[in-house]
């Protein structure tokens, strides 16, 4: 059995997204427990969001304890949500972005990486939260290993969204 290219599952997962409950920005962070940074492995904006970038959480006390201790869901419905966990808000907003989801992907009960979903203020809801769930749930087979394999991920190009 060959291995999957880390980026075909990343940019499924994504097209998948898209189509509910929407996005305008889509990365893939690597989490790196031994830093406790975050890599990013593949986006849709690899301009403003450059692949092998680095984000500390250190900051951000609540979302490491909801996304990588608790490995739960975290949401931010609107830009005030996002400042209080996020320093680069001013760059999202410029993206026409306010709100985010971020959904741990485990592998026997390890945290191996992070989606992140960013668009509109006050698009996502509880709704949304629960299909990203479901459609990370169903994909966790490739995306799992596409993380653990993402050393090499490089943006596709493919379908881009533009702000």
Not at 10 to 26: A, E, K, T, W, Y
């Amino acid at each position: 059995m060959t291995e999957q290219d880390p980026s075909t599952a990343f940019q499924d997962i994504f097209d998948h997204l898209r189509r509910d409950p929407g996005v305008i920005l889509f990365t893939a962070l690597r989490w790196l427990p031994g830093s406790s940074v975050l890599r990013r492995v593949f986006t849709s904006h690899p301009v403003q969001y450059p692949l092998g970038a680095e984000k500390s959480v250190e900051i951000s006390e609540g979302w490491l304890d909801t996304v990588i201790a608790k490995q739960q869901p975290f949401l931010a419905p609107d830009a005030a949500a996002l400042a209080e966990v996020f320093t680069d808000v001013a760059l999202i907003q410029s993206l026409g972005c306010g709100a985010v989801i971020n959904i741990p992907v485990t592998t026997h009960g390890t945290v191996v990486g992070v989606l992140a979903l960013l668009d509109a203020e006050g698009k996502y809801t509880r709704r949304s939260l629960d299909a990203v769930s479901v459609a990370v749930s169903a994909a966790s087979g490739t995306l799992a290993p596409a993380f653990i394999n993402s050393d090499q991920t490089t943006p596709t190009g493919k379908d881009t969204v533009l702000p």
